[in-house]
Nanobody, 119 residues
Framework: QAQLVESGGGLVQAGGSLRLSCAAS????????MGWYRQTPGKQRELVAG???????NYANSVKGRFTISRDNAKNTVNLQMNSLKPEDTAIYYC?????????????WGQGTQVTVSS
C-alpha cells in the first residue's frame, strides 16, 4: 500500500525557517503530482504548494516568495523549505500525492506534521 511519511515539523520563532520532507512509496511517486497542504482547527485544508512530475510548481499567494517546494525523484522525496515564517503559518502540514490511474486520480495523504510559529 502506498505510504507518505512526513518529517521536519516543530516549533520556531517568527522569521525563522523549517524544512519539511515527505518520503513516498516508489510505486506512486514517479507519476504523482506532489503537494503540501495545511490545516488549522475549524478550517478547511488548504493547498500550500504543489509540484508536477516535471518540476512545475504553484504556491498559495500567502506563501509565495517565502516557501519553496522541490522533489528528488531519485530519493522519492518532496520537500518544503519554509523561510520567513509567520505565526499565521502555524498549522498541521500534510504531504499529498495525486496519482493518475486509468479510472481517474487517486489521492494519498501523509499523517501530518505540526508546525508552530511563535511570535
Amino acid at each position: 500500500q502506498a505510504q507518505l511519511v512526513e518529517s521536519g515539523g516543530g516549533l520556531v520563532q517568527a522569521g525563522g525557517s523549517l524544512r519539511l520532507s515527505c518520503a513516498a512509496s516508489g510505486t506512486i511517486f514517479s507519476s504523482a503530482i506532489m503537494g503540501w497542504y495545511r490545516q488549522t482547527p475549524g478550517k478547511q485544508r488548504e493547498l500550500v504548494a504543489g509540484i508536477t512530475t516535471r518540476g512545475s510548481t504553484n504556491y498559495a499567494n500567502s506563501v509565495k516568495g517565502r516557501f519553496t517546494i522541490s522533489r528528488d525523484n531519485a530519493k522519492n522525496t518532496v520537500n518544503l523549505q519554509m523561510n520567513s515564517l509567520k505565526p499565521e503559518d502555524t498549522a498541521i502540514y500534510y504531504c499529498n500525492a495525486d496519482v493518475p490511474t486509468a479510472w481517474g486520480t487517486t489521492r494519498y495523504w501523509g499523517q501530518g506534521t505540526q508546525v508552530t510559529v511563535s511570535s
